[in-house]
């Protein structure tokens, strides 16, 4: 079997709040960059993949040279291999879908391709249906569990609304999961020495045949949100008294 | 501009952020049509009259009672075909982000995903939205036709119902589709658990509660019981085992937006603000007046949750009767 994850590198979620307008609508940040968080939890899902029924786990993004350093983390992490598919230009889903499902196909006999929730920079979760559709596989999306997987099918537990739905589908399938699916496991020692060591295969849009359309969704204005007006109001006395001062100022904002 | 609002279902109920993604189309325009696809609909397709549609098409079978991506993509394709609308919006739910993701690779279009606000500009959908966690915000556009959104639960208005509306409704046959899914089996949230996403109030707990985990969400509960509330908590607290993950709310949980979030025993980090901090009314408590929490809190009390979580609740019963 061969599953491959797709990840992304993103700012530090400590670091959000720092990243300024002009950095966004660059896309040149100062902030401090790692794996999206979203996407350590599909690494571990492609880790307990590769445990529970054999086979190799990949990595794979789409970024700059910069993004070896995620791709590193996912070596790391247990990551048999990951390859780099180098492309600076402006993204939307449907374009990083076109080079994520080139890669795939160039990658041979991906089984399981095994993407995140979301991005926390990008904030959309359309990337894994997007590519699912492109590759004309079906998607699993709110993945917060493999019951099974077999030489052509697969049964997860999705977690949907309110609901857990268990549903088969037949492989080659991408997923998108949650982070029930597993906490990321910690880098070992021998993994963080041999992945500074391994040479990442970079790949061009060129060399994968794709032609890079530019992005669909277009983004004007990039702006603080206006900062919460917020000066708390403390209520202070036994807990009774601030209990029910605080009541009556909820119902006099109507929020009751 | 013609609107197509696809209003999604459940086991034949509607899910109601739909109706928000009605209530934002006909803010914007009168030629607003629905589309209600599901099994035993009927109620939802009145429902969608009575809110305002000026055409409600409905695609009723049994294949449909729960949100399958191939089919609920067909039938759109289809009903989109006889509307010819300018505009697809459906409700930023796993469903409705999914559908239009899938939309957006057929007709090779954008998505303005997750929009908070909506409106029109020189004939185009421009929405406003979130990125890197909200901490920034832009102005979104996108090429397609239609041009497609996907709308934040709570962020706009429902579409209000007046009794003695009428429209017309189209029974449309389902669209031909083979779907990869086979559904084995659904587990439903207790009856009663109102959904953090959908909540008006939320009350949420952290690691304060840690020296007695049981009794701070037995707390908590009762507190969201007399509320009408929605439990949420941090990750911290989820991580801990104190309550499960399908309550953590935050920047790898839920984005929520109620009237009301009231942080008991949280810090207020920026990964659990990245979650909820557009609540309109954050109300804190904490036993540490230096936590962060209380510079976005618009209340709050210094003091130990376990005394004041349950002073809250009985002044809640007496001021609410109840
Ligand atoms: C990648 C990433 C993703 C993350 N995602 C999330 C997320 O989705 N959601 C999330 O919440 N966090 C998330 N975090 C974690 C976040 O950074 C914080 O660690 C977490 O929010 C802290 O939870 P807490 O406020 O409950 O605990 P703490 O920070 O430990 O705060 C506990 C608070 O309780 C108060 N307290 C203690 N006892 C009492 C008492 N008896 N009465 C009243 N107050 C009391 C203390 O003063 C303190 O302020 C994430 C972190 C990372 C790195
Ligand atoms: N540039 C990228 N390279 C590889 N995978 C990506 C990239 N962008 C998004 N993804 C995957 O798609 C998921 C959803 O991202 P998004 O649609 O951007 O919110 C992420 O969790 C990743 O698994």
């Keep these: 079997m061969r599953y491959l994850v797709c990840i992304k590198q993103t700012p530090d979620t400590a670091e959000l709040p720092k990243v300024s307008p002009e950095e966004a609508a660059s896309g040149n940040l100062s902030v401090n960059l790692v794996v999206n968080p979203w996407d350590e939890h599909a690494i571990e899902g492609g880790l307990q993949l590769m445990e529970n029924y054999g086979g190799t786990t990949g990595a794979i993004t789409v970024g700059g040279e910069g993004a070896i350093d995620a791709l590193r983390s996912a070596l790391a992490m247990g990551c048999k291999d990951a390859t780099l598919v180098q492309y600076e230009g402006s993204t939307d889903a449907l374009n990083v879908a076109d080079l994520l499902a080139a890669a795939i196909k160039n990658d041979g006999d991906v089984d399981v391709v095994v993407m995140g929730q979301m991005t926390v920079d990008g904030n959309t979760g359309l990337t894994p249906v997007v590519l699912g559709r492109k590759l004309g596989w079906p998607v699993l999306t709110g993945v917060a569990k493999v019951v099974e997987l077999t030489e052509d099918s697969i049964t997860v537990e999705r977690s949907v609304g309110q609901s857990r739905i268990t549903v088969k589908a037949p492989t080659p399938v991408v997923l998108s999961v949650v982070k029930e699916i597993g906490e990321p496991r910690y880098p070992t020692f021998i993994n963080i020495r041999k992945a500074a060591r391994v040479k990442i295969p970079v790949l061009t849009p060129e060399d994968l045949g794709v032609d890079v359309p530019e992005p669909k969704v277009h983004m004007a204005n990039f702006r603080k949100p206006p900062a919460r007006e917020a000066k708390v109001k403390l209520f202070e006395g036994t807990p009774q008294e601030a209990a029910a001062a605080l009541i009556d100022a909820l119902l006099e904002e109507k929020v009751l | 501009m013609k609107f197509l609002v696809f209003i999604e279902t459940d086991m034949g109920d509607a899910v109601a952020s739909s109706w928000e993604a009605l209530g934002a189309a006909l803010s914007l325009s009168e030629d607003v049509e629905a589309l209600v696809v599901g099994d035993k609909v009927s109620v939802v397709a009145e429902e969608a009259v009575q809110r305002g549609a000026s055409k409600v098409y409905v695609v009723e079978d049994e294949t449909r009672a729960l949100f399958d991506l191939d089919r609920a993509l067909a039938d759109v394709k289809h009903v989109l075909d006889m509307s010819a609308a300018d505009a697809f919006l459906a409700s930023h739910t796993l469903n409705g982000r999914d559908l239009a993701a899938a939309l957006a690779a057929e007709l090779d279009a954008g998505v303005i995903a997750d929009a908070l606000e909506l409106s029109l500009e020189d004939g185009r959908l421009k929405g406003v939205r979130g990125v890197y966690s909200g901490n920034i915000l832009v102005d979104v ?162 003091g130990d949750l376990f005394e004041v979580v349950p002073a809250l609740t009985e002044a809640a019963r007496e001021k609410l009767g109840k």
Excluded: W
């Excluded at chain 2, 031909?176 to 959904?195: F, H, T």
């Excluded at chain 2, 309550?243 to 980090?269: E, F, M, N």
């Design chain 2, 141 to 302: 556009t996108v090429d397609g036709s239609p041009q497609i959104a996907t709308l934040r639960p709570r962020a706009f208005a429902p579409a209000e119902k007046v009794e003695g509306r009428t429209a017309e409704v189209v029974l449309v046959d389902p669209a031909d589709a083979d779907s990869p899914y086979e559904v084995l089996g659904v587990q439903r949230a207790e009856k009663g658990e109102i959904s953090l996403t959908e909540a008006s109030i939320i009350v949420s707990g952290g690691r304060g509660v840690a020296k007695d985990p049981e009794l701070g969400f037995d707390l908590i509960r009762e507190l969201a019981g007399v509320l009408g509330a929605a439990v949420g908590a941090s990750r911290a607290a989820v991580d801990a085992g104190f309550i499960s993950y399908d309550h953590q709310v935050g920047q790898t949980g839920k984005v929520v937006r109620p009237d009301l979030y009231i942080a008991c025993g949280i810090s207020g980090a920026v990964q659990h603000l990245a979650g909820m901090g557009s609540s309109k009314i954050i109300v804190a408590i904490n036993k540490d007046p230096e936590a962060p929490i209380f510079s976005v809190a618009n209340y709050g009390i210094v």
